[in-house]
C-alpha cells in the first residue's frame, strides 16, 4: 500500500520578511508561517490597543507604550528573515515543501526598509517612555515642552 503525502506550502521568505516589517506589531508573520500560539500574539497587541483607548490620550499611556514589544519583535524577526541564507531558511520553514527558495533583491529591500523603519519607531517609542515616565515622576514640572 503506497501513502501519499502532500507537500508542505512553501513559505517565502521575502513575503515574511514584509510581514514581520509592516504588521509584525499584531504578529502577521506568525500566521504566515503557522506558529502555534499566533493567536496570543495577535490577541495581546488588540488588547493593549483597546485598553489604549481608555485613557484620554491614547498614545500617551502605559497600555499603548507595551506595544513597543511586539513591534521590536516584529522588525528583528523581518531582519532574521530577510537576512537569513536560503538554504537555512528552507531547512528550518519548508523541509518538505519539494522547492527552494531563490530570493533576489526582495530580501535586501526588505532589510533595507526594515532597518530604517525600526530604527526610528524604536527611537520614538523609547523616546515616548522616557517622556511619560519622567512627566509621571514629576521630573518635568515647571518645563514647557
Known amino acids: 500500500m503506497t501513502q501519499f503525502t502532500t507537500p508542505a506550502r512553501h513559505k517565502s521568505k521575502v513575503a515574511a520578511a514584509w510581514l514581520a516589517c509592516l504588521l509584525g506589531v499584531f504578529g502577521a508573520h506568525w500566521w504566515y508561517m503557522e506558529r502555534r500560539y499566533a493567536w496570543l500574539f495577535t490577541a495581546f497587541s488588540v488588547l493593549m490597543?483597546?485598553?489604549?483607548?481608555?485613557?484620554?490620550v491614547w498614545w500617551d499611556n502605559p497600555a499603548f507604550l507595551v506595544l513597543i514589544i511586539p513591534m521590536t519583535e516584529g522588525f528583528i524577526e523581518a531582519l532574521v528573515f530577510a537576512l537569513r541564507s536560503d538554504e537555512a531558511f528552507d531547512a528550518r520553514y519548508?523541509?518538505?515543501?519539494?522547492?527552494?527558495?531563490?530570493?533576489?533583491?526582495?530580501?535586501?529591500?526588505?532589510?533595507?526598509?526594515?532597518?530604517?523603519?525600526?530604527?526610528?519607531?524604536?527611537?520614538?517609542?523609547?523616546?515616548?517612555i522616557v517622556m511619560h515616565v519622567y512627566t509621571a515622576m514629576g521630573w518635568l514640572d515647571g518645563y514647557v515642552y
Request: charged share 5%.
Open 49 to 56: 490597543l483597546l485598553m489604549a483607548q481608555l485613557y484620554p
Open 94 to 128: 519548508n523541509p518538505n515543501s519539494g522547492r527552494q527558495t531563490r530570493t533576489g533583491w526582495g530580501a535586501v529591500l526588505a532589510a533595507i526598509f526594515t532597518t530604517f523603519m525600526g530604527g526610528t519607531a524604536m527611537v520614538f517609542g523609547i523616546a515616548l
